[in-house]
């Protein structure tokens, strides 16, 4: 195992398909709160009553809003440098580069990002949770069959968006660097990406401060945050 940005930078330089694979924690120096770190999400607020379809039903008021609270401190805050330096290697490795990410804030999109696979959904928009209808306003039925709008975000449970995450598994296998940035590599199937990139012979990169389960499967681990190592891996300024 390697902690050499130069030594990854190198093997960045031949590879010929690149994945990325980004959680919570590529947004966290931007100001979004992470899910599972001690002062995360899953620390304060009940992933039973708002983050699943049980909790929707018993309190569908409570539940928009506080999704509704996460889109306005997503929609509020700037994209960092890590998300831009990703939007740069998008931009050098056209046709050969998928960004796949868990987070739902749209900060990749708009650090200029353009083909983002997000298996959980966004923030952003609401889905009719009767007939999948999506919309980006507030109405709270649906226009086409008066279903329940809710967040068009995956909730514990629930099925990863089909398409989405069959792309997502085709840039896993087909990659020969998969970068893990920023993610617990906790919740699957999404973590199962990162494996399944290693199976198909990938090398892969770690990118984040502390030590997760994924680590001691990683060739390289980059100790330190997205918005410090990336811009140096990537050579852009921060
Ligand atoms: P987690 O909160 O589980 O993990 C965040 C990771 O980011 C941790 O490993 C931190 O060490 C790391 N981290 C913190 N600050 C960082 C920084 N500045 N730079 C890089 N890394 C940093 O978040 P996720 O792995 O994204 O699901 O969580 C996965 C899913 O669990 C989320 O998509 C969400 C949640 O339940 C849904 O909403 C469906």
Known sequence: MSNDVDTVRGILRQARSIAVLTGAGVSAESGVPTFRDPDGLWAKFSPQELASMEGFL????????????????????????????????????????????????????????????????????????????????????????????????VWFGEELPQDVFAAAEQAARGCDI?????????VWPAAGLAYTAKQYGATIVEVNPNPTVFSREAHHVLVGTSASVLPQLIGVAS
């Open 58 to 153: 018993a309190n569908p008021e409570r539940v928009r809003e506080w999704y509704a609270h996460r889109r306005s401190i997503a929609t509020s805050v700037e994209p960092n440098a890590g998300h831009y330096a990703l939007a740069e290697l998008e931009r050098t490795h056209e046709g050969t580069f998928t960004l796949i990410t868990q987070n739902v804030d749209r900060l990749h999109q708009r650090a200029g990002s353009r083909n983002v696979l997000e298996v959980h959904g966004n923030l952003i928009e609401n889905r009719c949770n009767d007939c999948g209808h999506i919309r980006t306003d507030d109405r709270l039925d649906c226009v086409e069959c008066l279903g329940p709008m809710r967040p068009n975000v």
């Open 178 to 186: 998969m970068f893990v940035i920023g993610t617990s590599a906790e």
